[in-house]
């Protein structure tokens, strides 16, 4: 292995990932396609990946042993991934439980540091025994694995940083240092042309809410449905929203779907993944963003609705209180996720939802005023450069901690 140590020696690490560019479907995906290009113009950076073939990247699929549980081949991947790193690095970065294995073992194989980015944690997201039935424990297993065994962990908010040290007690809390997520509003800004909103279904000149994510319990999806009954009648609600977790989340999509449309109408649902300047367009006429996720690490999407100008309307869990600026970049909703199984907490929920939604459509000025806020609140404080350099200093000060 290089010396790290060694001024004269350009820091090279390898960051292992199981998204990356072009098959992202998650915040973690985008975070890491935003943070390598910036990362590269400091150090030299060697990407592992899932999937796929693709360049800038060695990936490794998952198919080993085949038909196994689908967490099992995300092990033998991850075997593939320790296997496939350079001799020549002198740290090594995972993201997310996925890569976390492969990042443990390749740190004790190679007697080199590991640092671990906290996009997420499993104690906070039962709901994936649904999905990976008994992969669950072992998802859990190489997460808990690769925190404690670490040199570093990035959390990606100060709320990340909470959950992550109330989640595993024995991490050390100078370990877990605070690198937020980022966004880039070269890419993410305003689009002033319609010409994609037609083909969607949507009207360009009628107040909107729009849902941008995933179909997952994490997403607090059918919350947003929900509360739709009692928005203004002449605002559109447009759902972004696709990828179901389970056949029975979706199914309970489906059904709330087709109750709101039944008894209001002026839904538009596009189910399927749209290229990012479609997003942003859809994104930039919108009047309010809604984000009503019941656990948010940090809430990349929320970045991108607020670098196009456009006011949200969020739930207040996690790490979005730190992007969300209550009454000055939009609103925030109270939610306690104890409560989840009240229906009396989560109808309160949904109308406090659906009313601060209403008050921002019923007033354009003041969600422009917000909008503007939220991009401007984008460029000081998210940007992906001083991100990429928070992110270098974490790796010289896990060398340290290694080598100590």
Not at 198 to 212: K, M, Q, R, W, Y
Request: a negative charge; proline letters at 7%.
């Amino acid at each position: 292995m290089a010396d790290p140590g060694t001024e004269a020696n350009r820091l090279k690490i390898s960051l292992l990932t199981r998204e990356y560019p072009p098959t992202i479907y998650g915040g973690a995906g985008v975070h890491v396609a935003q943070l390598v290009p910036q990362l590269r113009k400091l150090i030299d950076v060697d990407v592992q990946c899932m999937g796929e073939p693709r360049e800038g990247a060695t990936a490794h699929a998952e198919d080993f042993p085949p038909g196994a549980n689908p967490a099992l081949r995300v092990f033998g991947a991850d075997l593939s991934m320790t296997a496939a790193v350079p001799d020549d690095v002198a740290l090594v970065h995972s993201h997310t439980w996925y890569a976390n294995l492969a990042g443990h073992l390749t740190g004790l194989m190679h007697d080199i540091p590991h640092v671990v980015s906290a996009h997420s944690l499993e104690p906070h997201r039962p709901w994936k025994a649904e999905q990976l039935g008994g992969g669950y424990k072992l998802s859990s297993w190489a997460e808990q694995t690769a925190f404690e065994g670490a040199d570093a962990v990035i959390a990606v908010s100060a709320g990340m940083r909470r959950d992550t040290l109330d989640s595993y007690t024995n991490l050390d809390p100078a370990k877990v240092h605070v690198v937020r997520n980022g966004i880039d509003t070269g890419e993410f800004k305003p689009d002033p042309e319609t010409n994609f909103l037609g083909d969607l279904g949507i009207d360009p000149d009628a107040p909107s809410v729009v849902f941008v994510g995933r179909i997952t319990r994490q997403k607090g999806l059918i919350h947003l449905v929900r509360a739709a009954e009692q928005l203004d009648p002449e605002t559109q609600l447009v759902l972004l929203a696709g990828a179901p977790d389970t056949p029975e989340i979706a199914r309970q999509i489906g059904d709330a779907f087709a109750h709101v449309q039944a008894a209001r109408g002026n839904v538009v649902w596009i189910e399927q993944m749209l290229p990012r300047a479609q997003v942003r367009q859809v994104l930039s006429h919108a009047t309010v963003f809604a984000c009503p996720s019941v656990y948010e690490p940090l809430g990349i999407v929320n970045l991108e609705a607020m670098a196009c100008e456009t006011a949200v309307v969020a739930s207040a869990v996690g790490g979005i209180p730190e992007v969300v600026v209550d009454g000055e970049t939009g609103y925030l909703v109270p939610y306690d996720p104890a409560q989840a199984d009240d229906p009396a907490f989560v109808a309160a929920f949904e109308a406090d939802l659906a009313a601060k939604i209403n008050s921002l459509t019923a007033d354009p000025e003041k969600a422009t005023a917000f909008g503007l806020a939220g991009r401007q609140r984008c460029i000081d404080e998210f940007d992906w450069a001083k991100i990429a350099a928070e992110t270098v200093d974490v790796y010289r000060t896990a060398i340290e901690v290694h080598g100590s």
